[in-house]
């Protein structure tokens, strides 16, 4: 079956770091750019950053909000993305999503296949 | 505030068709193409339209895409009340060279 699981959420101080991972199925996990999404709650969908296949250069970028604090990694040979978040704030208290780019040549704004999404909480 | 301007929410009967609207700028609706998402309560995204007209495999043709300058639309014609759910329009920027997200719309089916 063709599928992203997302796991590692869950309630954590501000300040500290949390790692999710997203895992592929179904599908040649490394031809693909992945990026993470985010939905904090009640509100709409925010992207969160990218990391291009490995034959791309494997290369990352994050929105503004939490550039400097966020990290993509990638492990194709386990098909796992991981977004390994540091120095947390109350504001990223969100849904995370994983998503799978729709194009193996070039990321765009078309993301055809989503994990089910984890659950982080940033409280004291 | 998103970048991508959406209504907040849209509404029509049973069997009606309605339009969305995405409006953008230059940097982004008006030179790249558009897609967009839906998403029932409590699931994830959907990918509903790409290439501002294109649909992926399973998705219904009830469910169309289109742009003019800055602007994009989705239209949903013969509405169910399972088309009940958040709808968001996406593109590329070419400022910040990353994609955007509208900031979604509620459907209601009345």
């Known amino acids: 079956e063709v599928q992203l699981v997302e796991s590692g959420g869950g309630l954590v101080q501000p300040g500290r770091s949390l790692r999710l991972s997203c895992v592929g199925s179904?599908?040649?996990?490394?031809?693909?750019?992945m990026s993470w999404f985010r939905q904090a709650p009640g509100k709409g969908l925010e992207w969160v950053g990218f990391i291009r296949r490995k034959a791309y250069g494997g290369t990352t970028k994050f929105a503004a909000a939490v550039k400097g604090r966020f990290n993509i990694s990638r492990d194709d040979f386990n098909s796992i993305a991981y977004l390994h978040m540091n120095s947390l704030k109350t504001e990223d208290t969100a849904v995370y999503y994983c998503g799978k780019t729709f194009y193996r040549t070039y990321i765009s704004d078309a993301f055809d296949l989503w994990g089910q999404g984890t659950a982080v909480t940033v409280s004291s | 505030q998103s970048v991508l301007t959406q209504p907040p929410s849209v509404s029509a009967a049973p069997g009606q068709e309605v339009t969305i609207s995405c409006s953008g700028s230059?940097?982004?609706?008006?030179?790249?193409?558009v897609s967009w998402y839906l998403q029932l309560p409590g699931t994830a995204p959907k990918l509903l339209i790409y290439e501002t007209e294109k649909r992926p495999s399973g998705i219904l043709g009830r469910f169309s895409g289109s742009k003019s300058g800055t602007s994009a639309t989705l239209g949903i014609t013969a509405l169910q009340t399972g088309d009940e759910a958040q709808y968001y329009c996406?593109?590329?920027?070419?400022?910040?060279?990353?994609?955007?997200f509208g900031g979604g719309t509620k459907l209601t089916v009345l």
């Open positions: 996406a593109t590329w920027d070419n400022s910040l060279n990353t994609p955007l």
């Open positions: 179904g599908f040649t996990f490394g031809d693909y750019a």
């Open positions: 230059t940097s982004n609706i008006g030179s790249n193409y």
